[in-house]
């Protein structure tokens, strides 16, 4: 459902109210203090319908420098924005102020309009337009559409509407596929209702009984009752005015600022990365640790500004920054912003919000500055790419991309696929990594496995657990397990048992002297047969040592920490075993002893491993076949 948002900007009392009322026939200005002064202090809301048929909402704002607050928390979410003029009057401060603002929010479609036109000459009027179109020459509304109009007679009002409806049928539907996002702009409470809250719905849709979070608090609500300009209704759109029932909340728990949306569609931050210019006509400058005030969505926040890119940024001038905040707050990449100074309050810039949820950046770092460029300028697959390399070893899920660049979940798919089938992202475990996360883990994975074979020659391969712990990775077992399977496939490493990895061009290599030492450990352990001696003896070599782990595995096979017994041996024990199972159905510890010839202590490291193995299963004081046991002896049976 298409809709618009107009909203009017301008000086106090060029006649914002009057004409919004000569448009609707409704008047904006509710409060008592308002009607009695004849100044708008707050927002004022209405509609009407073009002749087109599309419903216009209006958000009328205040043009009292005092109230500027007011005025940024409407005009965040207008479509088309008509600066209004009095011809009486010309250009004056508020209106220079408001034309900034308006182009920082980078509203496309903009009109003048000339008001109060019946109450001077023609003279007059053709040198107000004149003045008009000199004063705003260095701004967004240098080129714009100018429209005189007297809001009490009528004259040129045909024309605004028909002007008015011209720029809706080209201005750009919102996006109603995205996670839904409505900005707070009033909290009220309403008898039998309980509180409402109102705001333009920037993105996505809110029907009757969805679930929205409240940001930055992350609290969660169910919508009660919805309405779009004063009508109820069942779902509302983006780019509509909206009020929404939430009963669950108290009025206390809500203010002009905070941001509704879907569940886990925002994350919550104190600082962000933008693009920020200053206005030319300033005489404020902006370096290291100033404070300023932040403007986004319907929100006032105070803030740090920290230039990325040099010393600071002077009048028109602009640079990359991080804003570091005074209060958390949920905005999204892209989010337009304006920026007042502390103190003395005055508008002096504003830009765009490139990452809401940054890591801290070295300044004047090359890497951190092109990754903001890819940020602004990028396409969307770009914008994706720089995402997930900036998450990680965190990697994301694709929910929390497309979030992230306000995309649906199907175009998230595709920038993704053609991320992977280029190789610059990998999907594990569902969360998508960077390939340069991914290599790193890989590059550490070989070094590792590289300085473990230089010290242990002749051991097969290090433990998989030892790997995860030395390569110090935030990633999940599961995502490195993942990884090395990778690079099995590639053919980077080889598995040599169950439990350890090596490199896959690593061989143990014996001298002469060492093979003859392990024939001779081994002969040792055939000699011994069902009754090895154990493994640390008093007075053996560290080289022993090293063959006998280097032994065990292949033709040893290891009991217990200390007790290793050879495999000619071990696979006759199971082969018993397994026979005496499947004659009786359970195996007894005096009879498998009495059948082997040895002590209850080696009968009880046999019983032990095969437990382990679940080949046997403990029941009582006998074994019984354990889930493994088939597979085993049907292994036992081919040999």
């Known amino acids: 459902m298409r809709s618009i948002i107009i909203g009017t900007a301008g000086h106090i009392d060029h006649g914002k109210t009057t004409l919004i009322k000569a448009l609707t026939g409704r008047s904006t200005d509710t ?123 009528g004259f040129g009002l045909d024309e605004l509407i028909s002007v008015i409806d011209e720029e809706a049928g080209c201005t750009l539907m919102r996006n109603s596929q995205a996670p839904a996002r409505l900005p707070v702009d009033r909290v009220f409470s309403m008898k039998g209702f309980g509180t409402i809250v109102t705001g333009t719905l920037w993105e996505g849709t809110v029907t009757v009984g969805d679930e929205l979070m409240l940001y930055p608090q992350e609290i969660k609500a169910r919508v009660r009752a919805v309405q779009v300009h004063e009508q109820n209704a069942q779902t509302a759109y ?43 006509h300033t005489n404020r400058r902006l370096r290291m640790w100033d404070r300023i005030r932040a403007y986004l969505g319907a929100s006032e926040v105070m803030a740090r500004f920290v230039p990325l890119d040099g010393i600071g940024v002077d009048a028109g001038g602009e640079c990359y920054c991080q804003l570091r905040l005074e209060r958390p707050t949920a905005v999204k990449r892209m989010d337009r912003l304006v920026i007042r100074f502390y103190s003395p309050m005055e508008t002096i810039g504003g830009g765009v919000v490139l990452d809401p949820t940054p890591a801290r950046h070295a300044r004047l770092d090359d890497a951190t500055l092109t990754l903001l460029k890819t940020k602004e300028h990028g396409s969307p697959t770009d914008v994706t790419e720089g995402y997930i390399r900036q998450k990680g070893e965190d990697g994301a899920e694709a929910k929390a991309i497309a979030d992230y660049a306000s995309s649906t979940a199907d175009d998230i798919k ?42 242990n020659p002749l051991k097969p391969g290090m433990g998989k657990e030892e790997v995860r712990r030395r390569i110090k990775s935030r990633l999940k077992p599961k995502a490195i397990a993942e990884i090395l399977k990778l690079m099995e496939n590639d053919g980077l490493i080889k598995a040599p048992n169950s439990t ?67 495999r000619e041996y071990y696979d006759r024990a199971l082969e018993i075993a397994i026979s005496q199972l499947r004659e009786s159905g359970e195996l007894k510890l005096a009879d498998f002893r009495d059948t082997l010839g040895i002590s209850r202590k080696y009968t ?20 019984v076949p354990g889930e493994a046991f088939a597979g085993f002896a049907g292994v036992i049976a081919k040999t």
Do not use: W
């Not at 109060?116 to 179109?133: H, N, Q």
């Not at 089938?421 to 340069?436: K, M, P, Q, S, T």
């Not at 047969?529 to 032994?551: A, N, V």
């Open 31 to 153: 409060l008592h203090e308002e009607i009695k002064r004849g100044i708008s202090i707050n927002l004022g809301f209405t509609y009407f319908d073009l002749p087109s048929g599309l419903r216009a909402g209006i958000v009328d704002v205040p043009g009292h420098e005092r109230f500027i607050r007011n005025m940024l928390a409407g005009a965040m979410g207008i479509d088309i924005a008509l600066l209004v003029v009095a011809a009486n009057e010309g250009v004056m401060p508020q209106t220079i102020e408001h034309a900034d603002i308006l182009e920082f929010l980078d509203i496309k479609a903009r009109m003048i309009v000339l008001t109060k036109c019946g109450v001077v000459d023609d003279e007059m009027r053709e040198l107000a337009a004149m003045d008009t179109r000199e004063s705003l020459a260095g701004t967004s509304f240098a080129d714009a559409r100018m429209i005189e109009v007297d809001s009490l007679t």
């Open 238 to 280: 983006a780019g509509q005015r909206v009020a929404l029932n939430l009963p669950e909340f108290g009025v206390g728990d809500l203010s002009r600022g905070d941001v509704l949306a879907k569940p886990e569609s925002l994350e919550v931050s104190q600082s962000f990365d933008a693009k920020i210019k200053l206005v030319p």
């Open 414 to 455: 595709t920038e993704l696929g053609e991320l992977i089938e280029n190789g610059i992202a990998f999907e594990i475990l569902a969360r998508y990594y960077h390939v340069d996360t991914v290599q790193n883990t890989m590059d550490a994975i070989l070094s590792q496995l590289s300085d473990y074979h230089k010290k």
């Open 500 to 566: 350890d990895i090596a490199l896959s061009g690593f061989e143990i290599r014996l001298t002469l002297a060492q093979k003859s030492l392990a024939d001779v450990i081994e002969r040792e352990l055939l000699e011994a047969g069902f009754s090895p001696p154990p493994l640390k003896e008093q007075g053996r070599s560290l080289e022993y040592d090293q063959i006998m782990e280097m032994l065990l595995g292949e033709r040893l096979v290891r009991l217990d920490r200390d007790t290793a017994i050879h």
């Open 604 to 623: 009880m490291l046999l019983l032990d491993d095969f437990d382990k193995r679940r080949i046997t299963v403990r029941n009582g004081e006998v074994r």
